[in-house]
DNA sequence: GCCAACGTTGGC
DNA sequence: GCCAACGTTGGC
């Protein structure tokens, strides 16, 4: 009988930022198998939850970051969970990591997410302030720049409310 | 474009 | 190990 309740098969939800200019939801529902690798990520902390939380059938909330308007444009999926991102030893990446290159140690993980749905109604920034079950989600506090951020399931399901 | 908040770097 | 300086993020 399977553990449902053990670490490894819980069901996690996450949001992670793009910046729409560089990379929108749209973008990944146009991506073959609406599918992306999520490499650039330079942060422990982000790099920390992916490498040690994210499992395929995770829960991701897509946020837009420095977008007119700032929100959430739909739900997606981990499809992979963490392992190397190569872009920090391509010296032509923008995400490139000269020191990590030379010690030739690669800290830097990615995943793979697949677009789920985009919602009915984008999610405004403004909405989620507006909710209350949203009080505590962390996008929302001052200064909250880790791009990759754990999100509870109870404010999973709000966004989705707000977004369908 | 401004600037507050944050993470990282490096001198000491 | 402290902390000032710096670069970046991201809402506004």
């Known amino acids: 009988m399977p553990d449902i309740m053990s670490e490894t098969s819980t069901r996690r939800y996450w949001l992670m930022k793009s910046e729409p200019d560089v990379f929108s939801f749209s973008d990944l529902l146009k991506a073959p198998k609406k ?6 990520v330079r942060n422990y902390q982000a790099r920390n939850f992916m490498r040690d939380l994210f499992q395929a059938g995770d829960g991701v909330l ?5 977008a007119e308007p700032p929100g959430v444009a739909g739900v997606a999926e981990v499809v992979r969970a963490g392992y190397p991102d190569p872009d920090a030893f391509n010296p032509k990446s923008p995400y490139y990591d000269e020191a990590a290159h030379a010690k030739k140690v690669n800290p830097w993980i990615m995943v793979d997410v697949k ?20 009080k505590e989600m962390m996008v929302l506090k001052k200064g909250s ?15 989705t409310k707000l977004g369908s």
């Open 145 to 159: 720049r880790l791009s990759v951020q754990p999100v509870t399931e109870a404010e999973f399901l709000a966004v």
């Open 62 to 66: 897509f946020y837009h970051s420095n």
């Open 115 to 134: 677009a789920v749905k985009a919602f009915k109604t984008f999610v405004t920034r403004e909405m989620l302030s507006a909710e209350p079950k949203l």
């Open 35 to 40: 599918t992306t690798h999520w490499e650039g």
